[in-house]
């Protein structure tokens, strides 16, 4: 059972390479979310998806972009990676309906020089 | 958007004390509040959480009171254990019915043998 899985675990960039960091859960679960976790700041939500089919912005947006390419994979993309995106990103899944708890990643540490 | 506040940031218990963290919240309609606990290099893992239909949920160890009337909610651990160990975050949903959490900045709980 692994539940959600991303890849990859660890990457280093330079200022102005872009990557997709990958998320997939086997759970069925409806929704999906990307965080950011820097020191002190606590998780903060990048994007989610509710469903299937749609994308939405959460609190800290600027400088990524999101697909929802089926039920189970959400994808985060930098563009253009700036040193402020240096942090850890987890991805998250939860039933939509009922107030459901979510389910972590094992996380991406990424560093950008 | 929904303000959550955590207090203490850090939190020293000498083992077999009790540990109680407080959190605050903003948007009266909120009405799901998760705990999870993060070990160093670990994702975060749902510990207990409890909806405004109940003032409180017991489970072991581990319980959480809330009180709606003036927005707050806390995490009490008893019989603290080295493992306990972690930061602990608190986090309240919002209501746009996609279930997303904001959650607080953290509290880094060290239990001393």
């Known amino acids: 059972n692994a539940g959600v899985t991303q890849t990859p675990k660890f990457q280093v960039l330079k200022t102005g390479q872009s990557m997709t960091l990958q998320c997939a859960q086997d759970m069925n679960h409806n929704s999906m979310y990307w965080y950011r976790q820097d020191p002190g700041m606590g998780l903060r939500l990048i994007y989610y998806?509710?469903?299937?089919?749609?994308?939405d912005k959460g609190e800290v947006p600027n400088g990524y972009n999101v697909s929802r390419l089926n039920k189970r994979e959400f994808s985060l993309r930098l563009e253009s990676a700036a040193p402020s995106q240096t942090s850890v990103y987890f991805c998250?899944?939860?039933?939509?309906?009922?107030?459901?708890?979510?389910?972590f990643g094992d996380g991406t540490r990424l560093s950008i020089l | 958007g929904e303000n959550v506040e955590q207090h203490p940031s850090t939190l020293s218990v000498q083992e077999g004390d009790s540990a109680v963290i407080k959190c605050t919240y903003s948007?009266?309609?909120?009405?799901?509040f998760p705990w999870y606990k993060q070990e160093l290099g670990k994702r975060p893992q749902l510990i207990i959480d409890?909806?405004?239909?109940?003032g409180e949920k017991k489970d072991q160890r581990i319980a959480v009171t809330l009180n709606k009337t003036a927005k707050h909610f806390s995490l009490h651990i008893t019989e603290t254990q080295p493992e306990d160990s972690a930061v602990y975050f608190c986090?309240?949903?919002?209501?746009?019915?996609?279930?997303?959490?904001?959650f607080g900045t953290g509290t880094r709980l060290t239990v001393i043998p």
């Open positions: 409890i909806r405004s239909n109940v």
């Open positions: 998250a899944s939860s039933e939509t309906r009922g107030n459901q708890p979510q389910h």
């Open positions: 948007d009266s309609a909120s009405n799901y």
């Open positions: 998806s509710a469903s299937e089919g749609t994308t």
């Open positions: 986090a309240a949903s919002d209501q746009t019915g996609a279930n997303n959490l904001f």
